[in-house]
T-cell receptor, first 112, second 117 residues
Framework: DTEVTQTPKHLVMGMTNKKSLKCEQH?????MYWYKQKAKKPPELMFV???????INESVPSRFSPECPNSSLLNLHLHALQPEDSALYLC???????????FGSGTRLTVV | AQKVTQAQTEISVVEKEDVTLDCVYE???????LFWYKQPPSGELVFLIR??????QNEISGRYSWNFQKSTSSFNFTITASQVVDSAVYFC??????????????FGKGTLLTVNP
């Protein structure tokens, strides 16, 4: 299995809603990542988990809350988002030295 | 600080033409990795290649080839005999240690390649 699976593929949520994005990999990778990508821009790193511990938080607002329940799963909890948070959210995982750095197909989020 | 520059914002070619996408990177580290990804309109980032800083051999994979030159800090990507299906945004990225045991992947701004029939 060489895939990173993200659900849902599309999500529309109101500014008062709480929702979660899910990411799963079964490649034995111990590093997992969340990226945000706005239209016509490169992906921007949000969070890095290494061995299930948060190792990098790129000054992301607290309305985004990551969680890594185990080595295969990565969640991103969303609460009180703003319309400007609408974007493609990408999950990725990798092995040592960035080996097998694989992205999921993303969740296209729209905040209304 | 690390930086990746893709100077070509958009390139348009006619099918069967060869096209080269440029990538220039900056880092003081001696150990790093360079990546190329393809992002078609569907949005998924498709891995194309990963090259470590100690391996300057050029690589060819079908119609794709990569030219890594440490002397000029460049990692250029050439598509030979382009096809319409090659139309996508292509990202070059630099992977290196950002402190302690943390590693980051820094992307260039991307090059939008349009291949016209």
């Amino acid at each position: 299995d060489t895939e990173v699976t993200q659900t849902p593929k599309h999500l529309v949520m109101g500014m008062t809603n709480k929702k979660s994005l899910k990411c799963e990999q079964h490649m034995g990778h111990r590093a997992m990542y969340w990226y945000k990508q706005k239209a016509k821009k490169p992906p921007e790193l949000m969070f890095v988990y290494s061995y299930e511990k948060l190792s990098i938080n790129e000054s992301v607002p607290s309305r985004f809350s990551p969680e890594c329940p185990n080595s295969s799963l990565l969640n991103l909890h969303l609460h009180a988002l703003q319309p400007e948070d609408s974007a493609l959210y990408l999950c990725a995982s990798s092995g040592v030295g960035g080996s097998g750095y694989t992205f999921g197909s993303g969740t296209r989020l729209t905040v209304v | 600080a690390q930086k990746v520059t893709q100077a070509q914002t958009e390139i348009s070619v006619v099918e069967k033409e060869d096209v080269t996408l440029d990538c220039v990177y900056e880092t003081r580290d001696t150990t790093y990795y360079l990546f190329w990804y393809k992002q078609p309109p569907s949005g998924e980032l498709v891995f194309l290649i990963r090259r470590n800083s100690f391996d300057e051999q050029n690589e060819i994979s079908g119609r794709y080839s990569w030219n890594f030159q440490k002397s000029t800090s460049s990692f250029n990507f050439t598509i030979t005999a382009s096809q319409v299906v090659d139309s996508a945004v292509y990202f070059c990225a630099l992977y290196l240690n950002s402190g302690g045991s943390n590693y980051k992947l820094t992307f260039g701004k991307g090059t939008l390649l349009t291949v016209n029939p």
